[in-house]
């Protein structure tokens, strides 16, 4: 198309309150425009890049045999009522009523409602395996949307969901769909994407991957290690110490008067946050009742790792002076508190701690968990790793933490769904089975903006060839030239014909102005057609990303490009 | 893809509460399945069908220069406020608030939306004309959801959005929309469709057009003429009625002790229901206001001409004995209630009226509107016109009511959304000027559902090739057979390598049960090959509707259904 009929606007300025580089350029390039709190409509070059990345996810689903199907975004709350989510998944799904006063949700996610397609479809083992996906408007409440496409409400999704009659099926397919993405991120230019390990949150199940794109502004915690290939979400890595021997001190009470923090008894005690023993207290969310987390002082509890112990959500305990509690001189030994009380891992081997005496204003020294402890408890990991902890895997102390953005996620659900919706099919012996699920996310404009972020200048995003809103700028600089006018349609003529995406621009504005249009815009290639290039008898084709540069006969142009084209495209596939 | 594969249920029987054939078959065929009130999912081939319309769509949208964009299915309610249709549109905006008590819509149309987007981007004469368009997810709240696809709650749309700087511009694209669309009726298989005049309702504007599918399951009335071209949904069309001459009668009152219809008032006096004039009483919705319209007691009040007159909504009244009415014998003269009093142009020219004499029993007789009203008041088009009334256009009584489905329709909104929204631009003197704007819908899986109304034997539905979820359809029987599992597959594979769109069924069924599932799947072309075919060295290539069916080489096959392939989309084109 020609650019003086594109509608957005282009400009300079850094729009307000834009911190990440891809809200900010793709705000400047007129690739969307901001309705209301996290969500965004789209101009035409951010919806064909959109377009773009769904034919790629498209074809990679299909390569892997899904079946594309479309489930509703909008859904009675009786489907969510059947999986037990309408209640147990909080105001991030969206709850309204319909005019019969009928109680429905937005969907955020379409476990319920596959269910309901396919339960009375796949009856047979026979009828096993299978994958059906779709691609479809998502409604997420979230309390903070942020960073353009990074965090929005209302976002595009590719959800998929595939149904076995064996684990090793399930973990087959797994890994088939975990290649699939590979291929998805490599294709649309980010090839830099890793898979970790990560939490399966709400989504049930217990294996479930995350395909993170690494970066500083990035919202997840990814934890990574320096000597192995060892990467997990930070809520499902193992958090790894090994204590220091210590002196067989005796256990002693002490009067530690407002003293509270760990930093103050450190002090008091001069010791180390490594040599104390502190309790983080949560309440479930459901029962309010009180958990009571022990930990060494150095380390932080991650209430992620507490919920999917306890099976049920906590939250922070903000309390004071409630059931029997000594606030801020918790301890393990004589608690008399009516409540749920664990113990991390860290805990293990520990000797000659500072901890809390359950009464006011007094704290013990010399507290041995091993020799102390009235019965021995269990030791289960809650504590949160580190920069240098070990790591789990190769066991040097070499973990990295860094920041990534989740692009996809993939689940191994389990029966979760299917049994409690009662999705049944007759195995080879007639006996009644729920299948095994799992499922496969991509948001499509998280996607983008991370491309975005990996793939741009100071001046503008440098499209890959695959999702480039188009594969050819034209810039015919001087269109009243009656030359360049000639040439310059010409080949937009002759482009169009051949099948490439060109857009065209023959304005009348400065070379300035269309550059820096054209760098905003990020097309890959780039033709100038001037009455200089004229005067030369010659097109200059340049590369976007400044790769190369050459004067081309018009004459060769289509078919030159045509070929940098085909080897861009090639060069992206796996 | 290999028919074993697809996941859904194919059937005989019709399923409950089912009256349209779209409906029933595409339920029996695994097209679709119902998750709520007016809520549907769909199964690949359903999916399939909707995504090749909406290729179609977007051709044809592309072709008239419109730009594709996204706008939010999601909105803030201060869109809506903006341009009063928070408050003006009823129950059938879904509204909602979201977790921080933000007041929220749903889109059911997206003239906000798409004035949002485009009033920053356009405000130099120069930008336009111009015109963007989705294909996106819309939510109405129906009261009556019904007939499959046809109206649903939760429906794909297609809707695109003209701008322009003088209403010929307008009109000259309006006309060029409307082209777009007949060959969009074309080109998915239903050229049948015509265009009426229609009212433009809630979205504003004067002049509008709806396309019909005329069918007896239709749920809208169009007039229609059987002597000219005439076409118009009975909205707006004008009902054209003449008098009898009437000798000149005395007015005189008459008891008429609980006569109060027409009918019983017609046995009184010996006379028929032309010769009486009758009040038909509404309210106003917003003021409750009262409002009585005088008709010919032999015609229909039409309910939407009352509103469009107003210019608010009415609603017929309930009530009784209020505003000093005397309900039963209310008549146009002597009349004390404070109501607002409209004549229909039925009355025109009309004398010797039998009426009510507002007044407990008692009725007027020999009622002559010219002489006997006080004070002559104006006369309009209120009257719904009736099979064999007089055609406005050719003026023959030759109207003829018939039934129809509304698959698209197109609006000329002047500057209603850009007068509300403040959206302007600079004319080529600096003056501010609102732009004027054009809208244009197609529900999609409503046109999937019309075609298949039409296209479609006892057995199952008969696709178009342009919208069919496969080109082809091979059947293998006896896929046990060494020979046809050759063959077959060979074709298969040559096929998908070909680009050809091919579902292969090779189950070991009957051939009763392959043959009535690829009925139900609808796919144009079928390829049998069984061990009678292969013994005699052929394929047999038939036609879903029974136009053709040869022996076919195996070897010639592909380039055979290749070109029966070309052909009938040609056959497509306008």
Known sequence: MKLKQLLGLRFKETPAECQITSHILMLRGGYMKNV?????????????????????????????????????????????????????????????????????????????????????????????????????????DE?????????????????????????????????RCHEAYERIYARTGIPEVVSVQSDSGMMGGKIAHEFMFLTDVGEDTIVTCTSCDFRSNIEVAECIVTNSEGADTALECVATPDIKTIDDLCKLFSTTADKTCKAVLYRKNESNELVIVFVRGDLEVNEIKVSNFLKEKVHPDTSTNTDGIEYGFVGPMELGAKATVLFDKSLVGACDLVCGANKADYHYRGFTPSRDLASQPEYHDFATTYEGAICPKCAKESVKICRGIEVGNIFQLG???????????????????????????????????????????????????????????????????????????????????AGVEVIFDDRLVSAGVMFSDADLIGVPVRVIVSPKTCGRGVVEVAARDKSFKEDVAPEDAVQYVKEVIARKLAELML
């Open 143 to 175: 309390p903070r949307s942020r960073g353009g496409l990074i965090r929005v409400r209302e976002f595009t999704m590719k959800d998929a969901y595939s149904f076995h009659t064996s684990q090793e099926d399930l973990e087959q397919y797994y890994m």
């Open 415 to 497: 029966t979760k769904y299917s049994e409690s919706m009662s999705m049944n099919y007759n195995d080879s012996e007639g006996n009644l089975k729920n299948p095994i699920m799992g499922c496969y996310g991509i948001g499509v404009g998280r996607l983008a903006a991370s491309v975005c972020e990996i793939h741009h200048d100071d001046y503008g995003p440098i499209w890959p060839m695959s999702i480039a809103p188009w594969q050819v700028h034209i810039c015919a600089l001087r269109a009243d030239d009656e030359q360049v006018s000639e040439v310059a349609n010409k080949l937009y003529d002759e482009m169009l014909k």
């Open 36 to 140: 209301g709190n996290g969500i965004f409509s789209l101009f035409t070059p951010g919806k064909r890049i959109m377009q773009k990345i769904e034919a790629i996810i498209r074809e990679e689903m299909d390569r892997i045999e899904g079946q594309e199907v479309m489930l509703p975004v909008s859904m009675p709350a009786s489907l969510w009522q059947e999986s037990g989510r309408y209640d147990s998944v909080g105001s991030e799904l969206m709850r309204f009523k319909d005019r019969n006063g009928s109680e429905m949700v937005l969907g955020m996610t379409h476990e319920e409602a596959v269910v309901h397609l396919a339960r009375d479809a796949a009856q047979s083992y026979t009828d096993y395996p299978f994958m059906v996906y779709q691609i479809q408007t998502k409604f997420r």
